[in-house]
């Protein structure tokens, strides 16, 4: 039972910046990697950038530079740093964690509601 709650998306104009909260809440054991993704109106969902539990970091290449995700392990949350936003990165944005589980020490995917990030020319 883990729920994973994503904040802090908005309307901002190009160049801005923002910054994205995701907070794991349950039985949760620890988090191995945890990511962000997100989904434009008629596209895929893809991979925005990643963490793994020891720290190491994946970037999509249109955001290299401009994101930076970081996590924190006794909040169970992870972020992501947006700045110099652009109109191409308007989309959803969701938060993925792989949640090893208290009681039976799985490990399962989750998956966040999803936080609108717009970004206005």
């Known amino acids: 039972q883990v729920q994973l709650v994503e904040s802090g998306g908005g309307l901002v104009q190009a160049g801005g910046s923002l910054r994205l909260s995701c907070a794991a809440s349950?039985?949760?054991?620890?988090?191995?990697?945890m990511g962000w993704y997100r989904q434009a109106p008629g596209k895929q969902r893809e991979l925005v950038a990643r963490?793994?539990?020891?720290?190491?970091?994946t970037y999509a290449d249109s955001v290299k530079g401009r994101f930076t995700i970081s996590r924190d392990n006794a909040k169970n949350t992870a972020y992501l740093q947006m700045n110099s936003l652009k109109p191409e990165d308007t989309a959803v944005y969701y938060c993925?964690?792989?949640?090893?589980?208290?009681?039976?020490?799985?490990?399962?995917?989750?998956w966040g509601q999803g936080t609108q990030v717009t970004v206005s020319s």
């Open positions: 993925n964690a792989g949640v090893v589980q208290m009681m039976w020490g799985g490990v399962n995917d989750y």
């Open positions: 963490i793994t539990s020891i720290g190491s970091t």
């Open positions: 349950g039985s949760i054991l620890s988090i191995n990697a």
